[in-house]
Each structure stands twice: as structure tokens, then as C-alpha cells.
């Protein structure tokens, strides 16, 4: 039976950078959860009878979110939701699954690369018939639904089992159990050279995969294991776990040290990559060479054509703002157009739709293609693979001669967590306010060019998104990017950006923080951020 429920609206149901982010308490008060997922349904229109695809990065609280999402979906008129089984879907696997069944959305649970558990985070977050997430003027109007809710609709249906492939109903629904890597694997299949791949491992060539206990566990070992024949063990930390073993299930230098010092050392694997926890963020080590996501993204459009998804040439490429411009060098050296977006994939989403763009990514360890409209984790490993069987060269190899190339863009971003909301935001403010006052300023023997608070107009639908981040360019293109994360669960966490390009290859091999020393100094010198915060370092340097 359908029951209507009285209910009061939430004031802080605000979907941020990538849906709604709050710790599981919070989403475990008495309607909360019903209340978000009824706001998304009454911002959307048409999908009576329509498919709905749900799943998640099996964290502390996904199989709860999904028993209310299905009682609610089919109390709301959803014709069928297709469900991962166990409630697993990663991100781009869901993406993959809305695309491929032509499904009306999705609703996916997750707090991607934050912790799990009892205290730590939940999240939830719609994604539209493109596969990709929500765009802001829908993700405005769940808002406003939020805020005026007055009931939701939700059967009485018990228990849904969703650990068995197949079919029952809720309702006049249909649910659909499936499995959560068949499709996906078999679009990885589809865009790279699985025999190419084959060989490779067959000769020896060593790598680790950190799933670090989170949703990529299954799709690696099928992909990597069964389908390529890795040796087994190449999968590390597979299974997925609510909490994800304790640990912070985001594949950068803190959180993946492990991995990472494994590949340093002389007796450890050829090449390591990790994947976050909902499957769309991924890190790239090659032996005694790192690969940040700015240097991957610009190498994967200039290899592109070595796999055979993109072996006709890429439409252009996109990154967000505070991205490296190492991505543009190598569009301007191949002719296609480079755009610059906001933080958050979601910007990407017309770029690609339009086919303006083949590949995007961004500084946070993400990289992706037109292949689905999220970043994709697994994808740029594969990728990675993919461009390493083509060449026949090391990680450290490929990376060299790039730099050679297209000169070196120097970048490392340095996060300042759990601030205090108003001391981030007066830093803000007033960083704000001295904008027009910079240029021709000189700080740390560097003279500003340029200072902006970054607006995005939308090339495809004229949409503006405005205060994207605080832009200072200085003369010779070195720059600073200041933001606050639209992510984050506690307190205000402020994201310092630094680039500064390098063509000289002589110049090539120093210390990342040792290049970027001046601009590190100059950051502090603009924004004050010792006198706003308190902190004399950052917590998170990647
Ligand atoms: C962070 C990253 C951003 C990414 C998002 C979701 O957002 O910076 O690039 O799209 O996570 O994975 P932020 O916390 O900075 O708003
Ligand atoms: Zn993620």
C-alpha cells in the first residue's frame, strides 16, 4: 500500500559540489533521507513508468537509503529501478547502466573518497539521462523542493531483496537486480585493446591495484584478473567494506602512501594505481615517477589515438579551473579546442553532450571520456595501460618526454581542513575585495597580471556559474587559485591551487614544493591565510 507522510522540511538539504554530502547521523534522522529523495522526484518531471537506476559504494548506510529510494520510487510511479546488487553500483558503472538502458536518471549513494562508517559520511546525488550528474539549475530546484516539502509518498512494502539477480515488485514496480560489473566491464572491452593488455601482463609486467576496500574491489579483479589475467594479488584491498577498513578511501599521496612506497621501492610492482570510494577518482604511479592528475589528463589526450576508442582523434578536451594548463598545450599542439569549467564534473556534462569534448578531467584525481558523464577511475587505469602496452616504455619514460615536449606545469594543491565556516569565509571575503587592486602588484619577485573571481558562462546552454574560485595570474603564467571545497561535511576546508610552467627540460627533475616555493610564499603574502585560519600549514598537500 501507498502511504502519504506529513513531514517538515530541512533546511540544509543544499546539494554541493557533488549532491548532498552530511554525516550518516544526520541523514539518520527521521525523514531526512525520505525527504531528499521525494525533493528530487517532485523537481523532476515525465519518468511516470519510467526506469530509475540505483546503487552505491556499498558504505555504512547504502542498503537503508536504497530500501527507502525503492519504497519511495515505486510509491511515485516508477514503471521499474534497475538496483546493483548488494546495492553496489560505482559511479561511473551507474552512469554506464542509465545510458546504456536509456534509463529516465539514477540516484546514487555515496560520499565518494570521504570515510565511512556510523560518524563519518553519507551522500546522495541524482543523475540525469545523460548518465551524468544533475546539472545546477536541477540540482536548485531539488533545493527549493526541499525547503517547502510538505509529505512523501512511500510503500509499505517490507524488506527488498536486492543480494539476487533478478525480478520482483514493489507496488506496480518492477525491480531489477543486476550485476554491478558485467555492462561496465564489457564497455572497458568495447573502448581498449584487451589483447594488447593480455600480453602485457603475460610478459611480466608487474602492477597493483588499490581498490582501498571500496566499490572498485569487484570491477577490478574481473577486469584486471579475470579478463586480462593479472596475476591474482594484483587486486589489494578488494572487498568492499562499509567503513572501508577505517581508512580514507582517497587515492593521493596521504591516503595511498602505501601503495605508493610499494611502487617506489626496488623489489615492488611496475606500475600502481588506486581508485576512491565510488570508483570515479584514480591515481597513477608508475615506478620512480608520480603522475599527477593534471600531467594525466594532458598525456592521455596526447596518446590518446594508441587506444582504439579514441584512435580516430579526440573533439577537444576540458578540465576545471584550478586544473594544470598542461591539458592546453597538448589542444593547441593538436588543433582541438581546450575549455576551462568550474570545479565538479557536472560542468563537463553539455561539453560532452555537444560532442565538443572527448576527454576532461581535474586536479582531484579525476579523469574521464564521452564513454559515460562521470569521472571514470578504473577507465584512466586501463588507459594508462593501454598507452603503456602501445609504447612499450615505463611510466617514468612517457612522462619524461612529455615534459620535453610541452614543458613541465608544476602544480600542487594545498588543502586546509575543518577551518572554522566564518574565518574561510572572511578570507574569501576579503581576498574578494582586494581583487581589483593586484594587478601590477609585485609579491615574491612575481608581478600580478590578473586577478578574478572565475565566472563560467556555459557554451552550450549560456548558463553562468559565478564565483568559482579566485583566480591571481602573474606575468610568465604561474598562478594561484584559492577556493572553499563544495564537498566537504565539517567546518570549511580552503583548496590553495599553484602552477607555475616550466619549458626548460634542464629544469625538469626538482622537487615539486621546492619549484612552486615562491608562489607557496606569495599565496600566503595575498590571502593572509595564516592570520584568517590559525594554521601554519596545510593538512593535505597533493
Ligand atoms: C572535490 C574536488 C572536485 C571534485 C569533487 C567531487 O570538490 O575538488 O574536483 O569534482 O570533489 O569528487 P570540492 O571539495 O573541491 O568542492
Ligand atoms: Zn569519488
Redesign the pocket.
Known sequence: MIRTVATKPFSDQKPGT?GLRKKVPVFEQAHYSENFIQSIFDALDGYRGKTLVIGG?GRYYNREVIQKALRIAAANGFGKVMVGQGGILS?PAASNIIRKYKAFGGIIL?A??NPGGPHEDFGIKYNAENGGPAPEKLTDAIFAKSKAIKEYRISDAGEIDIDTLGTSRIEDMTVEVIDPVKDYAELMESLFDFEALRKLFKSGFRMAFDSMHAVTGPYGKEILENRLGAPEGTCRNFKPLPDFGGHHPDPNLVHAKALYDDVMSASGPDFGAA???????NMIVGKGMFVTPSDSLALLAANAKLAPAYAKGIAGVARSMPTSAAADRVAEKIGVDCYETPTGWKFFGNLLDAGKVTLCGEESF?TGSNHVRE?D?LWAVLFWLNVIAARGESVKDIVTKHWATYGRNYYSRHDYEEVESEKADALMRDLRAKLPSLPGTRVRGLTVAKADDFAYHDPVDGSVSEHQGIRVMFEGGARVVFRLSGTGTSGATLRVYMEHYEPDAAKHCIDTQEALADLIAAAEDIAGIRKHTGRDKPSVIT
Open positions: 557533488s559504494d559511479t555515496s565518494s573518497h581508485s576512491d570510494g565510488d570508483g570515479d577518482r579525476g569521472k577511475g
